[in-house]
């Protein structure tokens, strides 16, 4: 029996294949067509459009903050993911396994269980992203002690306490990757008067951002369209000017992480204050955002190996072992 487990991103969408392993990692991206509404292109091919499109293309993210905002598109997403990850000439329908958000609604939920049987999937579990994440990550949870997983993907930050294969308190904030780059790009407008496109906020995001202001500034030099000529201009950004943009954005992922340090039992919190916090998803690759935590909440925290991979290597771990999970993290309908 074929299985597969998908990592649902807000921003990337990763396929993993047991003894294969990573198979795909593709933007959560669909060109569409206006006119017929038909599908021109998925994952890297329609990142490569976004804001290039002429008016009968636009290119849709299916997810947002983490949950179906597109259900056709979705489908077809998901269909096109599966296809790819199984090849061309498969004879049976692959079990699917896809992380979703903790804070999941149950309409929501039957939404991603829909879209995949309809994408042809034969089953689908679905479990929640942090759990998956600290899997990912090498957190041993199925032991009795206090492990704290904050997960900074791009449509949502889940923050979660986990002990005995469980979650013991969560918390789930619609605010992560592409609220940070959205922040970048509104305060470039407000303070330069220059206006840039998402990719480009992500690309400074990329290079230059940091979660605390360093002594030692970097310069980035960056193009857009000047909103008062209206032409395109070339200007220098530095990296605490980034991290004033996404203060606020950043703080709020803080304040959940206090709140869910505040509902956690006394004993689970002295063996996260032994253990350190677990930092994974795409926001573990910003600059400085150990520090961060680190400075906010008192307690040290680590940037987990390969944090992009994390969710996706714990639904490969999960598909190894179903018999194990099955109990206690599944989710069926």
Not at 77 to 83: A, P
Not at 232 to 242: D, L, Q, R
Not at 284 to 312: H, M, R, W
Request: charged share 25%.
């Amino acid at each position: 029996m074929k299985k597969i487990g998908i990592d649902l991103g807000t921003t990337n969408c990763l396929v993993f294949v047991p003894k294969k392993g990573i198979r795909i990692n593709e933007p959560s991206v669909v060109a569409v067509s206006v006119i017929d509404k038909s599908i021109l292109a998925v994952g890297k091919e329609a990142k490569e459009m976004l804001g290039r499109t002429p008016d009968t293309i636009i290119a849709v993210r299916p997810l947002k903050d983490g949950v179906i905002a597109d259900y056709k598109i979705t489908e077809a997403m998901l269909s096109y993911f599966i296809n790819k990850a199984m090849g061309r000439f498969r004879l049976t329908k692959p079990e699917v396994m896809i992380s979703v958000p903790a804070g999941i609604t149950s309409t929501e939920r039957r939404a991603v269980i829909d879209a995949a049987l309809q994408a042809g999937a034969k089953e689908a579990y679905l479990v929640k992203e942090p759990v998956l994440a600290a899997i990912g990550a090498g957190i041993p949870i199925n032991e009795a002690s206090g492990n704290m997983i904050v997960n900074i993907g791009g449509g949502t930050a889940e923050i979660a306490v986990i002990s005995l294969g469980g979650i013991v308190s969560w918390a789930s904030v619609r605010v992560a990757g592409n609220k940070l780059d959205q922040a970048i790009s509104e305060y470039i407008k407000k303070k330069h008067n220059l206006a840039v496109g998402e990719r480009t906020a992500e690309q400074i995001k990329i290079e230059i951002g940091s979660a605390v202001k360093q002594k030692d500034e970097e310069i980035l030099e960056i193009r857009g369209r000047d909103l008062v000529a209206g032409l395109p201009k070339t200007i220098e950004i530095t990296s605490n000017e980034i991290t004033d943009a996404i203060s606020d954005q950043l703080k709020e992922i803080v304040r959940a992480v206090k709140m869910v340090l505040q509902e956690t039992p006394p004993e689970l919190a002295a063996d996260i204050m032994d253990k350190g916090i677990v930092i994974s998803g795409g926001g573990a690759l910003l600059k400085n955002i150990d520090e961060l935590f680190s400075q906010e909440t008192g307690v040290p925290c680590i940037k987990a190996k390969d944090p992009l991979f994390c969710v996706v290597k714990g639904t490969g771990a999960v598909l190894d072992n179903l018999d194990i999970y099955k109990r206690s993290i599944m989710t069926k309908k």
